[in-house]
T-cell receptor
């Protein structure tokens, strides 16, 4: 049983396209995180959110606590956005994060 | 700027050698965590520490050891008892064990040859 499910697993887009990655979770959370992992493995934290919506540049993250769902949007996608995007939730019981298996995004010039 | 630092980013070791991965934070966070990632799998919990001088085993603790002598530091030792040590290792910290609004390190990719 996976506490965090991401979709799609793989995504290929043309440069400039609007991209959406979805995350559904089954546990009570105190926060949800979106992480970016580039080839070579380094992790970058993109967003931490517990309600509503956050925006940073071309990236937008939303969360619906009632529906236990979050989305990561990338506007005007660029080849440098190619990476694996990981959704992680921090359980509100403490001591634990649950991670999705990631969405591999490839943006073609 | 406050943050969490893992070093090194890439690490190579010979089989049979113990190796220690560093994780340091200057966020004044009580709780720290170590996770392991294998290809095609989600990250899995190795060890966590709720507070200094305390730590608990996670789901895959066999072959690993940790210490938490200082609040800022939570080093992970991959021992020779770990059967498949080659993996990506991620450290995280949060304000307290009950508050999982976290910061994540950039990770260390360990290759054992």
């Amino acid at each position: 049983k996976n506490e965090v499910e991401q979709s799609p697993q793989n995504l290929t887009a043309q440069e400039g396209e609007f991209i959406t990655i979805n995350c559904s979770y089954s546990v009570g959370i105190s926060a949800l995180h979106w992480l970016q992992q580039h080839p070579g493995g380094g992790i970058v934290s993109l967003f931490m959110l517990s309600s509503g919506k956050k925006k940073h540049g071309r990236l937008i993250a939303t969360i619906n606590i009632q529906e236990k769902h979050s989305s990561l949007h990338i506007t005007a996608s660029h080849p440098r956005d190619s990476a694996v995007y990981i959704c992680a939730v921090g359980a509100n019981t403490g001591n634990q994060f649950y991670f999705g298996t990631g969405t591999s995004l490839t943006v073609i010039p | 700027d406050g943050g969490i630092t893992q070093s090194p980013k890439y690490l190579f070791r010979k089989e049979g050698q113990n190796v220690t991965l560093s994780c340091e934070q200057n966020l004044n966070h009580d709780a720290m965590y170590w996770y392991r990632q294998d290809p095609g799998q989600g990250l899995r919990l190795i060890y966590y520490s709720q507070i200094v001088n305390d730590f608990q085993k996670g789901d895959i603790a066999e072959g690993y050891s940790v210490s938490r002598e200082k609040k800022e530091s939570f080093p992970l030792t991959v021992t020779s008892a770990q059967k498949n040590p080659t993996a990506f290792y991620l450290c995280a910290s949060s304000i307290s064990w009950m508050n999982t609004e976290a910061f994540f390190g950039q990770g260390t990719r360990l290759t054992v040859v």
